[in-house]
């Protein structure tokens, strides 16, 4: 579990940088087959970034709120859910650069920066507590 949490961790910005990449040519180039592939690399890519939290979130016994950069980890995770939940329910998909771009960031300086903390106070291990902050961000 440990290993699959480490490969994610790094792996996560470059889901995003495609995912990225794609939605801007889809912009720039307003081909179809650039039309077509931004939804299913964003669909991956939230996928894989729920997996991460989930094993983080198993392996370490705690919601991935306790650090800062668990938390940008969850906001970059929380924008592009978001996002896609947006760009399904109005039809307007020409934003998803600019707003998955702060997923980008978000996740990069997580990624960079995220520390192993085994050892939390028991008020923070409360699931409840990651259903708050979920639901706030």
């Known amino acids: 579990m440990k290993m699959i949490n480490d490969v994610l961790t790094f792996a996560l910005p470059f ?31 939230i996928s894989v970034h729920l997996l991460y939290l989930v094993t983080r979130t198993i392996y370490f016994l705690h919601p991935p709120i306790i650090s ?3 938390i940008f980890s969850l906001l970059a995770f929380s924008i592009a859910a978001s996002y896609r939940i947006i760009e399904f329910r109005t039809g ?10 702060l997923s980008l960031i978000f996740q990069t300086i997580s990624s ?6 085994y050892e939390v106070k028991p008020i923070l291990r409360s699931n409840l507590l990651g259903v ?3 639901s706030a961000l």
Do not use: R
Not at 30 to 41: L, S
Not at 92 to 101: A, E, R
């Open 92 to 101: 307007v998909k020409n934003t998803g650069v600019i707003i998955l771009f």
């Open 112 to 117: 960079l920066f995220i520390q192993d903390i």
């Open 15 to 45: 889901f995003y940088l495609v995912t990225v990449i794609a939605y801007g040519f889809a912009f720039a180039t307003q081909k179809q087959i650039a039309k077509k592939i931004k939804i299913p690399f964003l669909a991956v890519t």
């Open 132 to 134: 708050h902050v979920l």
């Open 68 to 70: 800062v950069f668990e």
